[in-house]
């Protein structure tokens, strides 16, 4: 069974920094590429980052470009997504997802399998 569970979400403060883990199982997760997206209330979902499926290749969406990491260990099965400098606009639902394509993208139709979620809000 595929699974993919995503943690680290909560409430922070405008300027703090925030790590997100998904930890995925079901699949051989090393041959994937992974990505992240969020969705904010009434907008729809955006993708935030991406990662090919040794880690040599990363891609940003535009919001967080410059402030923000992927990373994955393929030992943990584990993508991680960190974010600095957060600002009330990151305030959305963030959702990990599998691409099977292994190459990275940010077109969300080519995703696989995604995990339910985790919440981040950030106060100003």
């Known amino acids: 069974q595929v699974q993919l569970v995503e943690s680290g979400g909560g409430l922070v403060q405008t300027g703090d920094s925030l790590k997100l883990a998904c930890v995925a199982s079901?699949?051989?997760?090393?041959?994937?590429?992974m990505g992240w997206f969020r969705q904010a209330p009434r907008k729809e979902r955006e993708f935030v980052a991406a990662?090919?499926?040794?880690?040599?290749?990363?891609y940003y969406g535009d919001s967080v470009k410059g402030r923000s990491t992927i990373f994955r260990d393929n030992d943990k099965n584990t993508v991680y997504l960190q974010i600095s400098t957060l600002k009330p606009e990151d305030t959305a639902v963030y959702y990990c997802?599998?691409?099977?394509?292994?190459?990275?993208?940010?077109?969300?139709?080519?995703?696989?399998?995604w995990g339910r979620g985790t919440q981040v809000t950030v106060s100003s």
């Open positions: 079901g699949f051989d997760f090393s041959s994937y590429a």
């Open positions: 997802a599998a691409n099977s394509g292994g190459s990275g993208t940010p077109r969300e139709n080519l995703y696989d399998y």
């Open positions: 990662i090919n499926r040794n880690g040599a290749l990363v």
